[in-house]
């Protein structure tokens, strides 16, 4: 019953170590242009994804 409890603890403690990585990780300045980038997908034109279906299509007929 010991070795669960103390299992349990390490298991608490490693998910918080994961936890505040990720959130450094994220909030890291070598990451900001990548998610900048991202957060403007949305913002983009669809043109861009139209040409290229298009022209994947042209290509295999």
């Known amino acids: 019953m010991e070795f669960l409890h ?3 603890s390490f298991w ?7 936890f505040v990585g990720i959130i450094i990780w994220a909030w890291s300045d070598s990451n900001k242009a990548e998610f900048e980038e991202a957060a403007r997908i949305p913002l ?3 043109e861009d994804v139209v ?3 298009s022209n994947k299509e042209n290509s295999n007929g």
């Open 6 to 8: 103390a299992f349990q």
């Open 12 to 18: 608490t403690v490693f998910v918080f170590v994961v």
């Open 44 to 46: 983009e034109d669809d």
């Open 51 to 53: 040409i290229t279906t």
